[in-house]
């Protein structure tokens, strides 16, 4: 049987190596549409926890891996000489930054080593970890051809960038549309039949580097537009403007206007970290990619501006910052999620602690926080606490907070995210 053939019956034999945010639900897809999933990863406990049919990412339940893994085959491994039984692969590894703000693309290699290794005739693999354009044609394409195989006729090479929004819960690996370029035509052709099995909605581009370039456009056009908004908000304060009523008042607009919200800094491992990649990658070509430069510069001193208001609403409570307790409402990136990486909490905790305010933090779905150099358990909610602190800082708008009771109990509040909708003499807005 070709390797078409095997796909469209669903007999194919898929692979995902990674499995993170974006690896084990989309293991999960392919494998609840009929396929034989072998989902590869560096880390043991994350192997052990799979085939143990028990999920360390939200969006996926437990029962849901026990049932693939008992009824359809589903399993995870270390042993990357599976790969050589695979029809496809995706490598869905972290895209981190280096210290310098550079792209450190080295698990892209690692994974793609471990193909290299184990590459055979009729063999599909598709990128979907997000990186510059480029890299699967200049960083793939020659490791993989260095085996004597060609593109194209003996293998097949395609990007698919990844749209998963953690703690949706309208859209899902499943129905959320999905973009694929091949480097060649025929790698695009398999890569968007393997892919329709699973998605809902599969959408062809001509090759892998305009696919890798759609990504970089969508997470660009976040990061500027929540950096305009941002700078915005700063304007708004020296105004003396209440900048979400100014946004809500544009947002009647009906047409030729999108709202965006200020907020406490950009967090996670996507908006404040992929437009690096095309900003590096336009580097190297002599060009300077101002917009991006910008947001992430006005982005990036939020938390510095949220701090030197929540000094400054302190100030006017005749307390200052030293000694005084603060509670943070929310540690985690975005709202309802469990995730800190890169959250601007983070940093809002950290310049508090260093001017002597004695912090503490309640983040339902963030019960203990072991980064660099704080080491905190989430407190424990009651309202009535919130009397013991000189402020309230709310940095995360998790669904789960009781909004009410903060607004009744807390003496001073400040509200980033204008999470309690309302005006009061002790609410402090960003
Ligand atoms: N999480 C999101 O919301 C999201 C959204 C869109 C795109 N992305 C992108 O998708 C990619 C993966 O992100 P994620 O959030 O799933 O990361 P993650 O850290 O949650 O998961 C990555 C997994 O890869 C494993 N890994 C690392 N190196 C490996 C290797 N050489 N071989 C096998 N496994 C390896 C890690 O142990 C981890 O389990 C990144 O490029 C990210 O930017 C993520």
Redesign the pocket.
């Known amino acids: 049987m070709s390797l078409e053939e095997r796909i469209r019956r669903r007999k194919a034999e898929v692979g995902v ?8 639900p989309l293991a999960v897809e392919f494998a609840r549409c009929g396929f034989s999933v072998v989902g ?4 043991r406990e ?1 192997v052990q926890a799979i085939n143990a049919g028990t999920s360390y ?1 939200p969006d996926v339940a437990s029962e849901t891996v026990q049932e693939h893994v008992k009824c359809t085959g589903l399993r995870a491994t270390e042993d ?1 000489a599976a790969l050589r039984n695979l029809d496809a692969v995706t490598i ?4 981190p930054l280096r210290q310098t703000k550079d792209p450190d693309i080295s ?1 892209i290699v ?2 793609a080593r ?1 193909v290299k290794k184990h590459l055979h005739r009729d063999f599909l693999i598709v990128l ?4 510059y354009p480029g890299t699967t044609e200049e960083v793939l394409l020659p490791e993989f051809e260095e085996t004597g195989f060609r593109v194209g006729t003996d293998f097949y090479l395609a990007f698919s ?6 703690g949706n819960r309208v859209y899902n690996t499943r129905n959320t549309p999905k973009i694929i370029g091949g480097v060649t035509p025929a790698c695009g052709r398999l890569a968007t039949l393997l892919y329709q099995q699973a998605v809902d909605t599969v959408i062809p581009v001509s090759s892998a580097r305009c696919a890798e370039m759609v ?1 970089q456009l969508e997470n660009t056009f976040r990061a500027v537009n929540i950096g305009l908004v941002n700078e915005i908000a700063i304007m708004c304060h020296k105004l003396g403007l209440d900048v979400w009523e100014v946004i809500g008042a544009a947002a009647t607009k009906p047409f030729g206007f999108m709202p965006f919200f200020p907020g406490p800094g950009l967090g ?3 908006i404040p ?2 437009p690096r990649y095309l900003a590096w990658k336009l580097k190297a070509l002599n060009y300077n990619a101002r917009f991006i430069e910008l947001a992430s510069e006005v982005n990036t001193a939020m938390p510095e501006f949220v701090f030197t208001k929540i000094c400054k609403a302190l100030n006017q409570a005749k307390k200052p910052v030293n000694g005084s307790r603060i509670l943070v409402l929310g540690v985690a990136y975005k709202k309802d999620v469990g ?1 800190v990486r890169e959250s601007p909490s983070l940093d809002i905790m950290r310049l508090l602690q260093a001017d002597g305010a004695q912090v503490d933090y309640y983040d339902p779905h963030v019960p203990t926080l072991e980064v660099d150099e704080l080491h905190m358990r989430s407190i424990q909610y009651e309202a009535e606490r919130l009397r013991e602190y000189d402020c309230v800082v709310i940095v995360t708008d998790h669904s789960a907070f009781d909004y009410d009771g903060i607004a009744q109990n807390a003496p001073l509040i400040f509200d980033s995210r204008n999470a309690l909708k309302r005006n009061a003499p002790n609410i402090i807005k960003l």
């Open positions: 190596i990674g499995l993170g945010y974006v690896g084990l590869f990863d560096v880390s994350k990412i990357f869905c590894v972290p895209t698990h690692a994974a471990e979907q970890s997000t990186t960038p990844e749209r998963i929004d953690p990504k996670g491992h996507c970290v992929d995730d």
